[in-house]
């Protein structure tokens, strides 16, 4: 019997080393190797598995922890290291043997009443080997996980899937704690492990055990739905067609839209991700991960909705989730995409396809929109993109309210059902489609997805630096709901409960809070650092120094007075990410006698702005105030605020700033002394003047408000010369003008030729009130708009200023 278990033993541990890789996933870490110092923690299992206590015992000699095996002597009294919560613990020693969970909790009680000094920790450890969600959905509040695995099974899932497995730690629970602050009786104990099921469970729902809503099943569920059979009704009688023939339809649409969630693929797609994105990038650096797992143990249903750069993003994203050891979300793509073979692997990994409009055709309108609510009945998470489309711009795009508005109505239709909105930041240092946006700005056909594209788009892989996905400040709906709409309960119709009156309001608003939090979560990098600095010198070249210390007065603004807490600011120097940005080769270095030069070549200016755009925002104002500042040479601080509030709530809704009306000021004075502490100026009581010495570093930091100083002269002296214009035809004159200001000056301004950016522009400064519809506020109006491009046009170039006026008047 010895023998073979020592044979049994080495055996395993062989096939542990071989096949099981497990990664620690838990923010807790830290805390519980500091706690384990005093040597009173105890781990609890969810079920008694040698295979998860090998894991455990692994991790915790690789981390300083002790190891778990070992019972652990505490006021005398030996308690085990570790206990199962589904079953007594079967090990070496004869006490930890016969010891129940029960009664190790009954008896941790007792010694804490007789010892005052004593505080056992109690640490929840779930260990995931494999992740195969079930695909029963027989019931979907039935917990399949405490089912016993066969050994046959769990030896396959090792060999197969081992190198997938995860470990949580649990936050550290404090047993004297727990005492203080509840008065424990005989059912104290069952009440801890009760709660320490039902955060096993979630556990498992929140990574893995989401089982899998089968095609068929929703093609069966769907067609059973009152709303969508209603549907069908009407789509035949106003066709004049059978039901049949429109259940058929209905029944097309389904297959077209739905997602059939693959395991197979999705583990098959991250191993190949794996090794691909560590030949594409340098790294991925990801923050705010921790928030996701907050918000999903506490069971409510998440929508990731992500800026939309590139097609890399919904990768990106699935792979961080999926490497975290999360549930993957189902996708919203463009029906665009689903052309063979990418659409089929989509499908498999999550993509449900939709159609860029939904226009004249209710019957579809409907099935997509039961189809997202059945996602959000079962729980699902779902991703989809809030601006509709990739950015061209590099800035965010106007946001798309249409899923958002489904979401809304899929909640209030089961208002047990929370939802919480996880805005999403996505950035690079190099974009693999940047040079199709610019043609497509520039007038080119977009081009269309297909195969061919996507083995031309291979040919231009290579090493593009540094990615960073930065999950913002989530946005729960009740919340939202409760704060901004208090009766929102009481006005829900059961019967028309996804319309109420409040909602489309709710939805806008709404999607403008996330469009904030998004920009709040940004990250700045190495790139549009020194692009921002070199696009605003004469020639577009620096010298080396003069480069750096730009760059590190950019670093200082943005870290002594932080745009937000979510963003992600460099902690490299400047000097640092001037070499990193030389070694991604998008500058050109040309020695000079006394220090080098650096210079963004000609070919690559419109190419380079993009990533500028990226985090424009976050230098906008200070840049505002810069510009300010160095037309007049000397300002009182009273004209500074008037100024910068005169064009603020323009710039709030363009770029989705995240202060309001009333933390400007604030904002505008921190940022002066900011700027009088780097000696760029000079206070004295009420009056700011320029300080000659840094006058070139001001100078650059200003050129970064010009295109928007630029953007909306334009466009207010169209309403100057033709009170009367279309929003189209403002919106082709801006491009003209645009056009001429870049042969005439050398200016990009890459927003003028988005149109959907500069139509959004122009309904901003009509909503706020620089142009009326009705003639009645023709007056008004005429004063306030020409007022506003008084300011706007004493911050431009008078050059630039001349060639906007004479281009305005041309009919």
């Known amino acids: 019997m010895l023998i073979g278990s020592i044979i049994d033993n080495f055996l395993f541990k062989i096939l542990m080393k071989m096949f099981v890789k497990s990664r620690i996933v838990s923010a807790n870490v830290s805390s519980i190797v500091d706690f384990n110092r005093e040597n009173t923690i105890v781990y609890i299992l969810p079920d008694k598995s040698k295979t998860n206590l090998s894991i455990l015992q692994n991790h915790c000699q690789k981390i300083g922890l002790a190891d778990p095996l070992l019972p652990i002597e505490i006021s005398g009294k030996v308690l085990p290291h570790y206990v199962f919560l589904q079953d007594s613990v079967d090990l070496r020693s004869s006490i930890i043997h016969n010891l129940q969970l029960v009664e190790l909790l009954n008896w941790m009680l007792k010694l804490h009443k007789h010892d005052f000094k004593l505080n056992i920790h109690i640490v929840l450890v779930s260990i995931i080997v494999g992740r195969v969600p079930s695909k029963n959905r027989n019931n979907k509040h039935k917990a399949t996980y405490y089912q016993l695995f066969s050994k046959i099974k769990k030896l396959l899932t090792v ?123 340098q790294d991925i650096n990801v923050r705010g991960g921790q928030r996701i797992f907050d918000v999903a143990y506490k069971g409510h249903g998440i929508v990731y909705l992500p800026c939309h750069r590139s097609h890399m993003d919904y990768l990106l994203i699935s792979y961080i989730l999926y490497s975290q050891g999360l549930t993957l979300p189902y996708i919203a793509a463009g029906i665009n995409l689903n052309f063979w073979p990418i659409g089929k692997i989509f499908r498999y990994l999550g993509a449900f396809f939709m159609r860029r409009t939904f226009n004249g055709n209710k019957l579809y309108s409907t099935v997509f929109r039961e189809y997202i609510s059945e996602l959000f009945s079962y729980g699902y998470p779902v991703e989809y993109f809030i601006e509709g489309g990739r950015s061209r711009t590099g800035y965010l795009r106007p946001p798309k309210t249409g899923i958002l508005l489904m979401t809304l109505q899929a ?35 977009k081009e269309k997805e297909g195969l061919i594209s996507i083995l031309r788009g291979l040919r231009k892989l290579r090493n593009f630096g540094q990615s960073y996905v930065n999950f913002g400040e989530p946005l729960s709906l009740v919340q939202y709901l409760d704060q901004c709409i208090p009766e929102w309960r009481n006005s829900i119709d059961p019967i028309t409960a996804q319309h109420p009156g409040w909602l489309t309001s709710a939805v806008h608003d709404i999607a403008q809070h996330i469009m904030i939090r998004i920009n709040n979560a940004a990250a700045i990098n190495a790139i549009n650092l020194c692009v921002m600095a070199l696009i605003g010198s004469d020639q577009y070249s620096l010298p080396r120094q003069q480069l750096i210390q730009q760059l590190d007065c950019y670093l200082q603004l943005v870290r002594n007075v932080p745009y937000s807490s979510d963003a992600t600011v460099p902690t490299a120097t400047a000097q640092k990410l001037l070499e990193h940005a030389l070694s991604m080769n998008q500058f050109e270095l040309k020695e000079g006698l006394f220090d080098d030069i650096i ?142 200001l870049s042969v005439l000056h050398g ?17 901003t400064i009509r909503n706020q009130g620089y142009r009326q519809e009705s003639k ?24 630039i200023r001349i060639t906007i006026e004479h281009s305005a008047i041309d009919r």
């Not at 950016?757 to 309904?763: D, R």
């Open 599 to 740: 210079i963004l070549p000609q070919n690559k200016v419109k190419y380079l702005l993009y990533y500028r755009n990226n985090i424009y925002h976050i230098f906008i104002i200070p840049a505002l105030i810069a510009s300010i500042i160095l037309k007049n040479h000397q300002v009182d601080c009273t004209e500074l605020h008037y100024q910068v509030s005169m064009v603020y709530p323009i710039l709030k809704s363009e770029f989705f700033l995240n202060w309001s009306q009333d933390e400007l000021p604030g904002i505008v004075d921190s940022l002066v002394s900011e700027m009088e502490r780097q000696g760029l100026l000079k206070k004295e009581r009420s009056c700011i003047s320029l300080k000659e010495d840094c006058l070139y570093i001001l100078k650059l930091l200003a050129r970064g408000a010009q295109e928007a100083l630029q953007r909306y002269a334009i466009i207010f002296a169209i309403l100057i010369m033709h009170p009367t214009i279309t929003r189209r035809m403002i919106s082709d004159k801006s491009c003209m003008i645009a056009q001429r």
């Open 159 to 281: 060999c197969l899937l081992g190198r997938d497995s995860f470990i949580y730690f649990s936050s550290i629970i404090s047993m004297r704690d727990i005492l203080t602050q509840y008065e424990p009786n005989e059912k104290f104990s069952m009440k801890l492990i009760r709660a320490a099921r039902i955060y096993f469970i979630r556990q498992r729902l929140v990574t893995t055990d989401a089982p899998m809503l089968r095609r068929s099943n929703v093609l069966t569920t769907l067609l059973q739905s009152k709303v969508i059979r209603k549907a069908i009704q009407e789509e035949a009688n106003n066709k004049r067609i059978s039901y049949q023939r429109a259940q058929k339809n209905a029944t097309i649409f389904i297959q077209e839209i739905s997602a059939d969630f693959s395991h197979t693929v999705i583990y098959l797609t991250y191993r190949i991700m794996k090794w691909t994105v560590g030949k594409l990038y």
């Open 747 to 763: 200016t990009h301004v890459l927003e003028l030729y988005d149109k959907t950016m500069l139509s959004t522009l122009i309904f």
């Open 776 to 799: 009645d506020f023709q007056c008004t109006q005429d004063k306030r708009t020409k007022h506003i491009y008084s300011i706007l046009s004493n911050l431009i170039p008078q050059d």
């Open 411 to 445: 909640m209030l239709r089961e208002k047990q059902r929370l939802i919480t909105i996880i805005p999403i930041y996505i950035g690079y240092e190099h974009v693999i489609e940047i040079k199709s946006y610019l043609n497509e700005l520039a007038g080119a056909m």
